[in-house]
């Protein structure tokens, strides 16, 4: 039985890893929110889940490696600033980051990589993603993982041909450009489709989340799985052994 210390304790996923925890034989150590800090109660846990805010990444991976102990990063809308942070603690400590922690999404990257490496340049590449009206980070960190994959197995960096918010006379679509389009509305727990646009065919990969709880029961897998690794980088492919 491992000890879990969740920061965002109280947000819709902080409320779905309670019970994650719960149902896999596990304990919850401590749950921290805005205003609190982890770093008094982080030598108390097992294993620190994160799914807070970007701005407070920084104090949690510090709290982890005074600590000593392995953190799994969830918090979304994260930028080139907080993946440095998150190299720099991996140097300490193990560090598991994912734009989404469902099982079924880690095999959808999985299978983009794959379509991408193995579909012809002339194959449009679109990311489609739905979210309920509460998100506030757009295009969502899943979409975005999806992009990396798709990316990854053109052999492309995806910073360099990512399009998104297409308004107005864009002229034509740039050849090799990876889009993304992001719909908000209602309570949609995420759907992500990502589209490949062949001269008279389609192939459409997609993933549609009933229930946060998939997410939950991902990172308490995830945190089962790192709790026993060196310090390091790893993803949710390395939990799958993809």
Known sequence: MLQFGVIGHKGRMGRALEAAIA??????????????????????????IDFSAPDALAANLAAARAAGKPIVVGTTGLEEPHFVSLAEAARAVPVLQ?????????????????????LGSDWDIEVLEMHHRMKVD???????????????????????NMESGRHGMT???????IGFATLRGGTVAGEHSVIFAGSEERLVLSHSAENRMIFA??????????????????????????
Request: neutral net charge; contains cysteine.
């Open 98 to 118: 994912s734009g989404n922690f469902s099982l079924g999404v880690t095999l959808l990257a999985h299978l983009v990589h794959e379509a991408a490496a193995r």
């Open 217 to 242: 029961r991902g990172a308490v897998k995830a945190a089962e799985w790192l709790a026993g690794q060196p310090a390091g980088r790893y993803g949710m492919n390395d939990v799958l052994g993809l």
């Open 23 to 48: 149902d896999a034989g596990h304990a919850l150590c401590v749950g921290v929110d805005a205003g609190g800090s982890i770093a008094p109660h982080a030598a108390q846990c097992d294993v620190l």
């Open 171 to 177: 002229g034509a679509r740039a050849a090799g450009a």
């Open 138 to 160: 757009a295009p969502s960190g899943t979409a975005k993982l999806l992009g990396e994959a798709a990316a990854a197995g053109r052999g492309i960096a995806l910073a360099e």
